[in-house]
C-alpha cells in the first residue's frame, strides 16, 4: 500500500525534453522512497545502479537482476565491437550476446561523435528499461523503474560537450605526442 501512496506523488518522466527542468530531482525522489518503503525495499534501491557488476550478484529482485544483465549484455557488446574494430582480442567471458545488443554496439562505434554516440547509447538504454518496464504501476518493480529511468535522464544532462570536447583532444594528441597523459580539466 505504501507504494501506491509513492507512487501517486511522482510526477511523470515521459515527454519530458532534453532542455526543461526535470520535475523532480533525485534528492526529493530518495526522500519519498524513505519515507514511504520498507527497509527490504530501500535496500533494494541502493542496489539499483546504471554500472551493474561484471559478474552476476543476485539482488533480490527479478526486475533488478534483469537490468543488470542487459546492461551487462550491452557493456560487453561495446567492448566486443570496440576490439574489433581496433583489431584486439577481447574477453567476452563465452557470452552469447542477442543480436539486438551487437547491432547497437556497433550503430554506437561508428558514431564519430562522442556525445552524439553517448546520447545514441542512453537512448538505447531508455528504451531497454522502457520494454522491462512493470505492467502494474503501483508496484515495488515500478518504483525501481522509475528510479532507472531518473538516474538515466540524470547521467545524460550532466554530459559537458564542451569539457567532453577538450579533455578528448588532450588524450588525442598526447597520444599523437607519445605522451601518457590522462584528460585534464
Known sequence: MAEYYLISQ???LDGISENAPLPISEERFEE???RFLSKKSQAA???LTLSPPKNFESSGSAFI???NESERNLRFALGKVRAEKMKKSFDTENRIFPVEYIKAASAAIEIENPMEAEKYLNSYRLEILDSLRPMDNFSEDYIFYYSLKLKL???IRQFDTNAGEKAYKNIYDSILNGDRLEAKQ
Open 45 to 47: 534501491m541502493g542496489k
Open 32 to 34: 519519498l522512497c524513505n
Open 153 to 155: 535522464i540524470l547521467r
Open 10 to 12: 511522482l510526477p511523470s
Open 65 to 67: 537482476d534483469a537490468w
